[in-house]
């Protein structure tokens, strides 16, 4: 069996006096697709940040692409291969959504501007919206936003997708467009780890889902076994307030 | 650090209008920012840069004697207000920006540094400071130059200009840095955590990411302490800089008519202070997004 891409073992990290997480091991192989549920507060998006070190771990280790990130020296080598979604876009205010993705590809990858500006435009169109390469952010709708930030993390060649909550501030119409982006992106043989509540993405689409609370992984499996028999009393209790409606 | 054509894009962002972007039709039209729509129309304050600039060239046209030869006698005095304002202004930029980076810094060293030079200074008049520099900062460098046998330090000779120049950017340079910091910190974390995680260090995110943005909420209280700047530049005249203040009390030594004298000078800081602000007005509406 191959290395895993993503190693996590046992990491810590305390917020203050509240215990973020508490002591969570996780492999991801290559080609993966993992999606991690649980509870407000349960720790999923600060493991997910831990992973690209927008969080530093108090101890444990995590290794990604075989660089311990403990003992990088240069932290930036690994995040060029980890692409980021963030609940909140995020994109570049002052810059066009075709600047917002050559920035990094010109200043990281050292990519001329005409090869970037080609590989944006590749990839806005995969995303769909080639006609809106010209426009702010905020001359965008939250979709569109979300779509040009999944393909600004994809200019850069990443090797693995990290999404937190990318549907959670979209209005309901805008879910989907999202997601079948994510969806493509899955068929593809993308490795991601995505934080999201969006039970038909991850039957849809994960090879495994995880639930945490209270910083700890507290059970996981195949989608579908978790979502309709999950073993434990947390996870029913969570599962039954989220599918009721 | 910036290249190709860094500045000149950080300037184009404030003359480039907002690109049309074709409709899509079932979507309703996305306005801009409420407040930050680009302005056509000229700026309704010129009329008052018009009225003054007419009743100084009246002054001077219709009663050169005195009007005409106090502004021949001072216009000397007016180019070393601009000037020092000018030059003071470009290294209060610089510094304001060091010392607002390291009031976010998380170096507690830094931090530190840069907060101490806040506190102290902001603490002290700005007329005090000048004298300082002027008549106790050279004083200080000779006897430590003769301290050391170093005849360079020892023979120091105080040069008004410089000394004047050095005293307004520690000053300003304090209070450039608190509106820095707060510029800075008024943009979104997540700028930063977007463009740490494609990669991009924290430099050049602060450059390309976090800086040009800044640039347009730090904009008005910059505006503002280049005319206060401009102000200030007054209070050289007790320390031996020929300003347009002290070439106006030159004047008015040798022909004692104050009431003339210090008209002329008022109004003459007047349009200085007015086009200045209506430079900076016409820089607020040139913002692109």
């Known amino acids: 069996m191959a290395k895993p891409i993503i190693h996590i073992e046992n990491i810590h990290k305390h917020f203050g006096r509240i215990h973020a997480l508490r002591g969570v091991s996780l492999d991801v192989k290559v080609g993966e697709v993992v999606v991690i549920l649980g509870p407000s507060g349960s720790g999923k998006s600060t493991l997910l940040r831990c992973i690209n070190h927008l969080e530093v771990y108090d101890s444990g280790t995590i290794e990604v692409d075989g660089i311990l990130l403990k003992t990088a020296q240069n932290i930036n080598t690994v995040r060029r291969e980890v692409g980021m979604v963030f609940q909140s876009f995020n994109l570049f205010a002052h810059l066009t959504a075709l600047q917002n993705l050559t920035l990094a590809q010109r200043k990281v990858r050292k990519r001329s501007k005409a090869e970037a500006e080609k590989i944006a435009m590749d990839l806005l169109k995969k995303v769909g919206i080639t006609e809106k390469a010209d426009a702010y952010p905020a001359q965008l709708s939250g979709g569109q936003q979300q779509r040009v930030a999944i393909a600004r993390a994809l200019a850069m060649n990443p090797k693995i997708m990290l999404f937190d909550e990318p549907t959670s501030a979209l209005d309901p119409e805008m879910i989907k467009e999202v997601l079948d982006v994510m969806l493509a992106l899955a068929k593809e043989g993308m490795t991601m780890v995505v934080v999201s509540h969006e039970m038909g993405f991850a039957r849809a689409a994960a090879s495994r889902a995880i639930f945490m609370d209270e910083g700890q992984i507290v059970e996981e499996g195949k989608p579908d076994k978790l979502f309709t028999k999950p073993t434990q009393e947390r996870t029913k209790l969570f599962l039954s307030k989220v599918l009721q409606i | 650090m910036p290249s190709d054509g860094y500045f000149r894009n950080l300037w184009r962002s404030f003359q480039k209008k907002p690109p ?244 002329l000078i008022a109004l003459l800081y007047l349009v200085l202070t007015l086009v200045a602000a209506r430079f900076i007005s016409w820089l607020e509406t040139r913002r692109k997004y």
């Open chain 2, 20 to 263: 049309e972007i074709p409709e899509q039709s079932p979507t309703p039209k996305l306005n801009f920012i409420p407040g930050a729509e680009p302005r056509e129309k000229l700026d309704p304050w010129w009329w008052l840069v018009v009225a003054v600039v007419v009743l100084l060239v009246l002054l001077m046209a219709l009663k050169p004697d005195p009007y005409w030869d106090i502004f021949l006698f001072v216009r000397d005095g007016l180019a070393i207000t601009v000037e020092l304002t000018v030059i003071s202004f470009v290294f209060i930029i610089i510094v304001g920006l060091i010392g607002g980076l390291g009031r976010i810094a998380k170096n507690p060293v830094i931090h530190f540094i840069a907060s101490l030079y806040v506190e102290i200074i902001r603490g002290i008049p700005l007329l005090v400071q000048l004298i300082w520099w002027y008549y106790a900062a050279p004083a200080l460098i000779k006897e430590i130059g003769e301290a050391i046998h170093w005849d360079f330090m020892a023979n120091y000779v105080a040069n008004p200009m410089v000394l004047a120049v050095v005293g307004l950017v520690v000053c300003y340079g304090a209070y450039m840095a608190e509106i820095f910091r707060a510029g800075i910190q008024s943009i979104p974390k997540g700028q930063m955590e977007a463009s740490r995680s494609l990669g991009m260090s924290y430099l050049q995110s602060m450059i390309h990411v976090v800086l040009p943005q800044a640039v347009r909420v730090v904009l008005p209280p910059v505006g503002n302490e280049f005319i206060m700047l401009l102000k200030d530049t007054s209070l050289v005249s007790v320390v031996a800089v020929a300003d347009l203040t002290r070439r106006g009390r030159e004047f008015m030594s040798a022909h004692f008519n104050p009431l003339t004298v210090w008209t």
